[in-house]
């Protein structure tokens, strides 16, 4: 998101990208973002994401339900068909799945319900960051979108590629 604006505050042309590293806590170096303006009103953006800590792996506690640690934040993946969101307490409902997890003890963790569609899926995410005390339902989410990613490609077996929609 950040590239995105930033390409459209500087005029960026459609076609042209704009390319450059940021700081971003839980990361040790900064991370390259970029953003090229395809149409009006149309940014492709594209960030780096480290990989998995190391030793870390994806688990599954239960049916419809993956933790994904990735360095910086570690997001809980909720399948919708069996763990709808909770529109009207997402706040209570991810800190109750942050606590039975011990993901608490993180600088960071994010509850991504995903919804699977015929050629895409959408995300519905809510991310907590423990030095500011704060849980938003996010409008975008970079890591959330790479930890569904990786899971998919995890579940198909070997690469994987597929549209994921942001709020």
Known sequence: CLAALLAAHRNIPQGRTLSLGVSVSGVDSPLEIAATPVSPGVVDAV????????NA???QPEPGMAIVPLQGITHVLLDQSR??????DYQGQAARIRNR???DRLPAAGCIWYTRH????????VVWVKATSSTYHETACGSG????GLFQALEQNGPWECGILQP
């Open 47 to 54: 960030v780096e994401m480290p990989p998995c800590e190391k």
């Open 57 to 59: 792996c994806i688990s």
């Open 83 to 88: 763990h709808p969101f909770p529109r009207d």
């Open 101 to 103: 997890f011990g993901l």
């Open 118 to 125: 015929a050629k895409t899926l959408s995300i519905e995410p």
């Open 145 to 148: 979108t790479i930890a569904l």
